[in-house]
C-alpha cells in the first residue's frame, strides 16, 4: 500500500468514527473528538489482535500479577510502534492541527503510583518487544490513586477521573465474566484488555484490568418504596473494591477494603486462566506448571498462592496435590528492605472475608514449620518468619515459601535481602534467590519522549536498531570528542528545556528559566528517599546567598514531583515545607535571579515523559540500604543527565557502568554505613554541622506558614527527639547533610564546564544499554519464567 492510499484509508476511518460517535465531519471536530476518532482508527490497526496474543495451547504462558500497571498515554506508543505517527500527523496537519496538541487531549490511565505500576509497564513492553508471552493482570481503577492539587502548599487528594470519558484501548470481555466471592457477598469480576504492542514487530501481548459490578446491580422493590439509596447500596459496596488504588488503611474498614482489592483480581485472573487450560486439557492438571508460571510483583497479589490452591482442590485436587504445583508455578519479586512494606494482615480480615482462604494458609504454616523444623532453623526464627506469627498473616513470607524463584531488583538490594531482609528463608533455600536490576524501556523513555536524541542517534548510528537493541549505544561512546557534536547535545537540550519551560507555563501557570541548570528530583514522597535532605541544602544555598556569599555563576532551577499517600502526615508535612521554602525564595528578587524552586502537582507517566529529556542533573539521595533499585535513576541516565546520588540501589550499578568521573555519589557504603547509623546522635550533626541547626530550626520559625506548625513540629522532633518506636533521624538527613552539599556543589560547579559536561552526559547515554527492560526481560524469561520468544 502507497503513503498516499494509506493517508486515504485512516482518514476515511477517522471520518467514520467521527461521524458514528459525535455527528461530525474533520471540518466540525475539536482536538477532543478528533483524539477519540484517531484513537478508535488505531485500535483497527491493532485488531484482530485475538490471533496473535502468544497465548496457544503449544506456547508456555508467563503472568505478571501487579496492584498496578502505569502504562501512560497509549496513543502515542502505539502510533510510533505501528508506524503511522507520520500518517496520522500529516492528517491532522491537513485540517489545520498539530498531532502533538490532539495527543494530549489524552488523560494518562490512573492504574499506578510509583516505581512499581511503572516497571510493570515496561516489562509488558519489552516483552511485546521481544516477542515473549507474558500477559499482566491488576485492577481498572476508576479514580486511581488521587489527583493531587497543591493548595497553599498542602496537599489535597481530589478523584483522578480518567474514565469520565470513553477509553477507547480498552476492550471489555463480558464473555469472560466470573464470579469472585467473599464471605459476606459475592461479585462479577468483568475483564477489560489492553493492547500491548511490540516495536514494529508485528506482535501483541494483553494487559487484562479486572472491573467489580454488582450482580444485582439495583433493587427496583426497594426503589419503588423509596429507599432510593438503599436501591444502589449493593452496587456501590461492589464498586468500592475498584474505585481507587491503595485505599487509606488506617481505619480497619480501609484494610478490609485493601484486602478485597487484592483478593479481587488474583481470583478472577486464576479463574480465567485455570478456564482456558481446561479448554484445552480437560480436568487433567499435569501439565499446568509446563504451560504456565506466575511472577508475583511485591506482596499485593500474595493471595493468588492460597486462592490457586483453592481453586485446584475445588477441581477434586488434594492439598497435597495442589500444593505440589503450586510451588512450580509462583516466582516472588521483593521490591522492599523496608519491614512495614512487607504486608501483614490481622487473622480476623480473612476470617470475615474469606475463611476458606484462611485455612489453606493455615495449612501452608504447617507444611512451613515441617520443612524449616526438617532444617534444624531455629524454633524462635520459625515463629518470628512463620506464614502465621500469632494474629498475623505475613504475606512476604508466604510468597518465599511457596515460590520456586525470589528476586531482588538491584544487586546491592538481593544481597540484603539474602543477608537481612530474608535471611532465614535464603539459609533455608538459597537456590531460589536471584538478582534482576530493573529496567526501562527505551522506546517510551527515549525514541518517544525524547525524539531530537533520538533522531541523533539513529544518524550516527545509520538506522533505528538501538530502539530494539539499547546495547547499540556503546558503538557511538567515540563520539565524546567531538566538539560540533557535543554542541549539538547541548542544543538538543535546550530545546528540550524550552518545550519543557512552555509546558509548564501554559499548563501549571510555572515560570521556568530554561537556561538555568535543572535540577531534579522526582518520585514518590517518603522519608527514606529524602526530599527532605534536598530542600535543607536548597535552603542553606538561599541562606548563603542572602549572607552575600557567591554560590554559582550558574542559576539553577530545583524542580520536585511528588505524591505523598493520603494518610501519611509527615510526608504531607515535607510537601508543604518544600512549597513554603519555593515561595521564600522565588519571591525574592535578589535571590530569583540565582535559583527557583518548583513543586510541580499531581506528577505522572506524561508529565515525566517532559522532565527527563530537559533534566540535567538527577537526584538519587535514599538512605543507603533502604532504595530497592530505582528506575527514575535509569530514565535520567538514559536522557543525559547525570546523577548525584548514595551508595544505594541500581546508584552503584549506574556507578560501575559509567565511572566516578561521570557521577556524583556520596556518603557511606553499605558495608560501612549500619554500624555508623548505629553510634549516630542526630543533635550532634545539628549542633556541629555548618549551618545545620539555622536550617533545622527554620522549621519553628515564623517565615513559614503558620497553619503547618503541627507538621513541622512533627519533623523537627522526628529529626532531634525521635519517639519511642523510631530513633531521631532514622533516615540520617542530618547526618549526611554535609556530604551532600559539598558533592552537590562540586556537580553545580562541574556544570560551568559545558564541553566537560556534555562529555559526562554524552558517556552515560552510550551506556545506558545494561538499564534497557529488555534486558531485564530476557533474564526473567530465560532464567525465571523458561519462556521463549515465539
Not at 438503599?230 to 474505585?243: L, S, T, Y
Not at 480436568?283 to 481453586?311: G, K
Not at 515545607?577 to 510541580?600: E, P, T
Not at 543507603?624 to 546520588?645: C, D, P, Q, R
Request: glycine content about 4%; aromatic content about 12%.
Amino acid at each position: 500500500m502507497t503513503d498516499k492510499m494509506k493517508i486515504e484509508d485512516v482518514e476515511k476511518a477517522i471520518n467514520a468514527h467521527l461521524r458514528s460517535n459525535f455527528a461530525l465531519s474533520l471540518k466540525e471536530a475539536k482536538e477532543h473528538e478528533l483524539w477519540y476518532a484517531m484513537a478508535k482508527t488505531l485500535m483497527e490497526y491493532m485488531t484482530p489482535y485475538k490471533e496473535r496474543r502468544g497465548d496457544g495451547s503449544s506456547v508456555r504462558q508467563a503472568h505478571y500479577f501487579s496492584a498496578e500497571f502505569l502504562i501512560g498515554r497509549s496513543f502515542l506508543n502505539n502510533a510510533l510502534n505501528l508506524g503511522l505517527y507520520d500518517v496520522f500527523s500529516r492528517i491532522a496537519e491537513k485540517w489545520g492541527f498539530s498531532l502533538p496538541g490532539i495527543l494530549e487531549e489524552e488523560l494518562d490511565p490512573a492504574l499506578g503510583n510509583g516505581g512499581l505500576g511503572r516497571l510493570a509497564a515496561c516489562f509488558l513492553d519489552s516483552a511485546a518487544n521481544e516477542r515473549l508471552p507474558l500477559s499482566g493482570h491488576g485492577i481498572l481503577y476508576r479514580y486511581g490513586l488521587f489527583k493531587q492539587v497543591l493548595e497553599d502548599g498542602f496537599q489535597q487528594e481530589h478523584p483522578d477521573a480518567w474514565r469520565a470519558t470513553a477509553y477507547p484501548f480498552a476492550i471489555r470481555r463480558e464473555e469472560e465474566a466470573c464470579l469472585v466471592h467473599y464471605r459476606d457477598f459475592s461479585v462479577r469480576a468483568i475483564p477489560y484488555e489492553i493492547p500491548i504492542l511490540g516495536y514494529r514487530n508485528d506482535y501483541v501481548n494483553i494487559l487484562q484490568l479486572w472491573h467489580a459490578e454488582a450482580i444485582e446491580p439495583f433493587d427496583f422493590s426497594l426503589f419503588n418504596s423509596q429507599q432510593f439509596a438503599a436501591a444502589v447500596a449493593e452496587q456501590n459496596k461492589v464498586e468500592d473494591i475498584c474505585r481507587v488504588l491503595y485505599p487509606n488503611d488506617s481505619s480497619r474498614e480501609g484494610r478490609l477494603l485493601r484486602l478485597r482489592q487484592q483478593y479481587f483480581f488474583v481470583s478472577a485472573s486464576l479463574q480465567n486462566i485455570i478456564r482456558q487450560y481446561k479448554e484445552r486439557r480437560g480436568s487433567n492438571f499435569s501439565a499446568f506448571s509446563n504451560e504456565h508460571v506466575f511472577q508475583l510483583n511485591d506482596t499485593h497479589p500474595v493471595l493468588a498462592v492460597p486462592e490457586f490452591i483453592r481453586l485446584l482442590m475445588e477441581e477434586a485436587l488434594s492439598f497435597e496435590e495442589a500444593w505440589e504445583i503450586t510451588r512450580r508455578v509462583f516466582a516472588y519479586t521483593n521490591h522492599t528492605t523496608l519491614q512495614e512494606a512487607l504486608e501483614r494482615w490481622d487473622v480476623s480480615y480473612f476470617e470475615e472475608l474469606f475463611p476458606a482462604i484462611f485455612d489453606i494458609i493455615k495449612r501452608i504454616d504447617t507444611e512451613f514449620r515441617k520443612t524449616a523444623q526438617l532444617a534444624s532453623l531455629p524454633e524462635e526464627a520459625i515463629n518470628r518468619i512463620a506464614p502465621l506469627r500469632q494474629k498475623e498473616v505475613q504475606m512476604a513470607s508466604i510468597a518465599c515459601f511457596s515460590s520456586f524463584k525470589i528476586n531482588g531488583v538491584a544487586k546491592i538490594h538481593s544481597e540484603i535481602l539474602k543477608e537481612k531482609t530474608l535471611q532465614e528463608f535464603y539459609s533455608l533455600s538459597p537456590e531460589k534467590f536471584t538478582n534482576k536490576t530493573n529496567g526501562v524501556t527505551p522506546r517510551r523513555w527515549l525514541h518517544h519522549s525524547n525524539p531530537r536524541l533520538g533522531n541523533l542517534l539513529t544518524e550516527l548510528l545509520g538506522s533505528k536498531a538501538w530502539i530494539g537493541n539499547l546495547d547499540l549505544l556503546a558503538e557511538l561512546e567515540k563520539y565524546q570528542d567531538d566538539p560540533r557534536l557535543m554542541e549539538e547535545l547541548r542544543k538538543i537540550k535546550g530545546e528540550n528545556k524550552k518545550d519543557l519551560a512552555a509546558y509548564l507555563k501554559r499548563e501549571r501557570n510555572i515560570s521556568l528559566d530554561p537556561n538555568a541548570l535543572l535540577d531534579v528530583q522526582v518520585k514518590r514522597l517518603h522519608e527514606y528517599k529524602r526530599q527532605l535532605l534536598n530542600a535543607f541544602e536548597i535552603l542553606d544555598r538561599y541562606y548563603r546567598i542572602k549572607e552575600g556569599a557567591v554560590v554559582s555563576e550558574t542559576p539553577v532551577v530545583y524542580l520536585f514531583g511528588a505524591k505523598a499517600a493520603s494518610s501519611y502526615y509527615r510526608a504531607k508535612g515535607i510537601i508543604k515545607f518544600i512549597n513554603d521554602i519555593a515561595k521564600v525564595i522565588n519571591k525574592d528578587s535578589q535571590a530569583s535571579k540565582l535559583m527557583q524552586v518548583h513543586f510541580i502537582p499531581n506528577y505522572n507517566v506524561s508529565l515525566a515523559e517532559k522532565i527527563f529529556p530537559a533534566a540535567d542533573l538527577s537526584e538519587q539521595i535514599s538512605t543507603v540500604g533502604k532504595e530497592a533499585s530505582g528506575t527514575g535513576n535509569m530514565k535520567f541516565m538514559m536522557n543525559g543527565a547525570l546523577t548525584i546520588g548514595t551508595h544505594d540501589g541500581a546508584n552503584i550499578e549506574i556507578l560501575e557502568a559509567v565511572g566516578e568521573e561521570n557521577a556524583f555519589i556520596f556518603g557511606h557504603t553499605l558495608s560501612t554505613f549500619p554500624e555508623i547509623l548505629a553510634a549516630y546522635s542526630a543533635k550532634d550533626s545539628y549542633q556541629t554541622v555548618e549551618g545545620l541547626q539555622e536550617l533545622v530550626d527554620t522549621l519553628q520559625a515564623e517565615v513559614l506558614d503558620i497553619r503547618a506548625k503541627d507538621m513541622y513540629d512533627d519533623i523537627y522532633y522526628s529529626l532531634l527527639q525521635g519517639s519511642d518506636w523510631e530513633k531521631a533521624d532514622q533516615y540520617y538527613v542530618l547526618g549526611d547533610f554535609a556530604e551532600y552539599r559539598k558533592m552537590r556543589k562540586l556537580a553545580h560547579d562541574a556544570y560551568q564546564d559545558q564541553e566537560a559536561w556534555s562529555r559526562k552526559a554524552w558517556i552515560n547515554i552510550c551506556r545506558s544499554g545494561r538499564f534497557s527492560s529488555d534486558r531485564t526481560i530476557r533474564e526473567y524469561a530465560k532464567e525465571i519464567w523458561r519462556i521463549s520468544p515465539n
